[in-house]
């Protein structure tokens, strides 16, 4: 069982930047890739970034390509989300995920945070 506790959600201006974080229960966190998906009101949860276990490798949804980034620290059983140029479509309860293998599909992941709001204001 992997325990994640997401954090670092709030109130933004268009523009603004937020760094979400993740952490991890287990010392076993380093074995997992990670993903953050998020979810608007009235819409279905979407995926957003996910990075393999050593972070050779990380995915994004075209919706956020070069204005967010993913990255880990196995050392401290955490995973972050930098989001720069926050836009009001991107406001969403956003959640970290671990699995067993990188993917951009939700099913594939085991254990999941219980979210944290961003609002991005116009």
């Known amino acids: 069982q992997v325990q994640l506790v997401d954090s670092g959600g709030g109130l933004v201006q268009t523009g603004g930047s937020l760094r979400l974080s993740c952490s991890a229960s287990?010392?076993?966190?380093?074995?997992?890739?990670m993903g953050w998906f998020r979810q608007a009101p009235g819409k279905e949860r979407e995926f957003v970034a996910a990075?393999?276990?050593?972070?050779?490798?990380?995915y994004y949804a075209d919706s956020v390509k070069e204005r967010f980034t993913i990255s880990r620290d196995n050392a401290k059983n955490t995973v972050y989300l930098q989001m720069h140029s926050l836009k009001p479509e991107d406001t969403a309860v956003y959640y970290c995920?671990?699995?067993?293998?990188?993917?951009?599909?939700?099913?594939?992941?085991?254990?999941w945070g219980q979210g944290t709001q961003v609002t991005v204001s116009s």
């Open positions: 995920a671990a699995a067993r293998r990188l993917s951009t599909e939700s099913p594939t992941y085991d254990y």
């Open positions: 287990r010392r076993t966190f380093s074995s997992y890739a």
């Open positions: 990075i393999r276990w050593n972070g050779g490798s990380r």
